[in-house]
T-cell receptor
Framework: DAGITQSPRHKVTETGTPVTLRCHQT?????MYWYRQDPGHGLRLIHY???????DKGEVSDGYSVSRSKTEDFLLTLESATSSQTSVYFC???????????FGPGTRLTVT | GQQVMQIPQYQHVQEGEDFTTYCNSS?????IQWYKQRPGGHPVFLIQ?????EVKKQKRLTFQFGEAKKNSSLHITATQTTDVGTYFC???????????FGTGTRLQVTL
């Protein structure tokens, strides 16, 4: 694997609480991405980063914010979790050539 | 935004049968990538196609990119139980190596 870890791997939280998911890479890649995966929707891009402190919105960014203060860490925050944000969240990084992406193991988030 | 349609959503085959999944776009694609996700796992990159009409093989897997670069297919010959999983196509979109993923085809293989 490409040296990507995600934490936590599983989380159950209540509606209205803040949640932060962490993605950590050891490969020093410039680009990092957060996706959510839901049945029938495949993988949808939430936010991405193209460098330290450089981030931008993806397809489904409402309700989410991100930060990247170091090359190796990309944080995804749900300011006030809702049940519609129950999902599996994957972090990904771009490999060295051609834009193929390498994914972390995922975080299963349940909002009750 | 760009959309990539993938069919079928699900296919169940007997071991030894062939399997094909198709990916279609209304716009011309610069490239197409394919990923496999095992149940409970994360997507894993399989291959990238860039050229019009390109065909690449990986053992029993054959990947094709259409002449117009608007469609692609993945064909598995003589499926095995190890082929079980969901197969996604993904198209490079805009800048920063962003990808738009198809909805995936879930393959189930039984003995």
């Amino acid at each position: 694997d490409a040296g990507i870890t995600q934490s936590p791997r599983h989380k159950v939280t209540e509606t209205g609480t803040p949640v932060t998911l962490r993605c950590h890479q050891t490969e020093n890649h410039r680009y990092m991405y957060w996706y959510r995966q839901d049945p029938g929707h495949g993988l949808r891009l939430i936010h991405y980063s193209y460098g330290v402190k450089d981030t931008d919105k993806g397809e489904v960014s409402d309700g989410y914010s991100v930060s990247r203060s170091k090359t190796e860490d990309f944080l995804l925050t749900l300011e006030s979790a809702t049940s519609s944000q129950t999902s599996v969240y994957f972090c990904a990084i771009t490999g060295l050539a051609d834009g193929e992406q390498y994914f972390g193991p995922g975080t299963r988030l349940t909002v009750t | 935004g760009q959309q990539v349609m993938q069919i079928p959503q699900y296919q169940h085959v007997q071991e030894g049968e062939d399997f094909t999944t198709y990916c279609n776009s209304s716009t011309t694609l610069s490239n197409i990538q394919w990923y496999k996700q095992r149940p409970g796992g994360h997507p894993v990159f399989l291959i990238q196609l860039v050229k019009s009409g390109e065909v690449k093989k990986q053992k029993r897997l054959t990947f094709q990119f259409g002449e117009a670069k608007k469609n692609s297919s993945l064909h598995i010959t003589a499926t095995q139980t190890t082929d079980v999983g969901t197969y996604f196509c993904a198209a490079l979109t805009g800048t920063a190596s962003k990808l738009t993923f198809g909805t995936g085809t879930r393959l189930q293989v039984t003995l």
